[in-house]
């Protein structure tokens, strides 16, 4: 009966196309340039808590963004995708708070003009942001003296709606990711070329500049508050994401002060995990070790922790094992629930997931503050 309960809302999402189902969906006009050619769209009542975006729909689908495409051709590691984009939400929650604002995907910025700008400057390309060189005939020297600082752009739309239930454009996050290690080839032989905070800071903030001058100026794009987020990718077989650095919010035609964002993602166990965050560090390696003593065929624990100003937010961790019963699954899933409960700190939240070969069998949850986690089985 809940199956089919849940396929009736989206067919009511789906179909409701005069009629606004308040209960379920609400339908709003969204403005466009086109003021005669309006879009209906659709606000779905699914986030509920208010911490999280509610997403605005056209009326058959969510509006893909105008540069789609472009993070998966610009970045390499994965991790950097999932943490550039969601990592922005989290940082314009501030501007732009998830109870008074609704998000889309950008609109105003296209594929087009994104790679224009994340390329060389050149006489056929002087939309570039990346450093004048000709790659074909450069040395060593060359490439080392004019890498490619930045490699992808993001835009996200913020919307407000009114008492005529319409939508507009109220703010826009500009996210822009930087290199903090180059990679180039010369002479079939693979070369690196690393760059420091420092450096990627002061060339992050010549970008949000020129990038800020150059929307202000294009049509359609709209007169908002703009806030741009600086960050810096990690290498590409990292485990771990790579960090914002900083953050420039902007009413006007200048770019206000640039803030420094102190957060960091550590791999757990690690010489940096150990150096900086030693406790933690301590309580990890325990965890490891009671697991190790209760499973026979334990492989591992790989952890990943989100520190904001040096404060551990959030571990997650990956526990793979070799299981031989659906009653070994329980009865470990068990055990390391406890064991969450007993030794880690009500002050951050922890997600293990515990796979077997080839499926993720279970998931532990307990979010900052609680003391009980929640535990899923998957079938």
């Excluded at 002087?126 to 450069?138: I, R």
């Excluded at 794009?221 to 953050?247: C, H, M, T, W």
């Excluded at 404060?311 to 526990?319: F, S, T, V």
Aim: glycine share 6%.
């Amino acid at each position: 009966m809940k199956k089919w309960l849940a396929l009736t809302a989206v067919v009511l999402i789906l179909m409701t196309a005069c009629t606004p189902v308040y209960d379920r969906t609400d339908e709003v006009v969204r403005e466009t340039t086109d003021e005669s050619n309006q879009e209906t769209a659709i606000i779905p009542s699914s986030s509920g808590s208010g911490e999280e975006y509610q997403t605005i729909l056209t009326e058959d689908s969510p509006r893909t963004s105008a540069s789609r495409g472009v993070t998966t051709n610009q970045m390499n590691n994965r991790v950097d995708i999932a943490e550039f984009e969601n990592g922005l939400k989290r940082h314009s929650k501030e501007y732009f708070p998830a109870d008074e604002y609704f998000f889309q995907q950008g609109q105003y910025l296209t594929s087009g003009t994104l790679y224009d700008w994340l390329g060389r400057s050149s006489d056929s390309n002087e939309e570039g942001l990346n450093p004048e060189l000709d790659e074909e005939t450069a040395n060593e020297k060359d490439f080392r003296e004019a890498p490619r600082y930045i490699s992808n752009i993001v835009e996200q739309d913020y919307l407000v709606r009114n008492d005529k239930d319409v939508v507009d454009t109220e703010g826009i996050t500009i996210g822009i990711a930087l290199r903090s290690q180059y990679n180039f080839t010369v002479n079939q032989l693979d070369k690196t070329e690393n760059h420091t905070t420092e450096e990627l800071l002061r060339k992050g903030e010549q970008y949000a500049a020129t990038i800020l001058e150059r929307v202000r100026e294009k049509e359609g794009f709209p007169d908002v508050p703009v806030l741009f987020v600086l960050y810096e990718e990690e290498r590409n077989e990292s485990q771990v994401p790579g960090n914002f650095i900083a953050k420039s919010y902007a009413e006007g035609d200048s770019l206000g002060k640039f803030e420094k964002v102190e957060e960091d993602h550590v791999l757990f166990p690690s010489e940096e995990a150990t150096d900086d965050h030693f406790d933690d560090a301590q309580v990890f390696s325990e965890f490891r070790t009671k697991i190790a003593d209760y499973f026979p065929d334990f492989v591992g624990v790989i952890g990943k922790g989100f520190y904001v100003n040096d404060e551990l937010r959030n571990m997650k961790m990956n526990i793979p094992v070799e299981f031989h019963s659906q009653s070994e699954i329980d009865g470990f899933t068990q055990y390391v629930s406890s064991l969450v409960r007993e030794m880690f700190s009500d002050h951050y939240g922890v997600e293990v997931r515990i796979e077997s070969l080839d499926r993720q069998e279970s998931l532990i949850v307990r979010e900052r503050g609680e003391e009980e986690p929640y535990v899923y089985m998957y079938d």
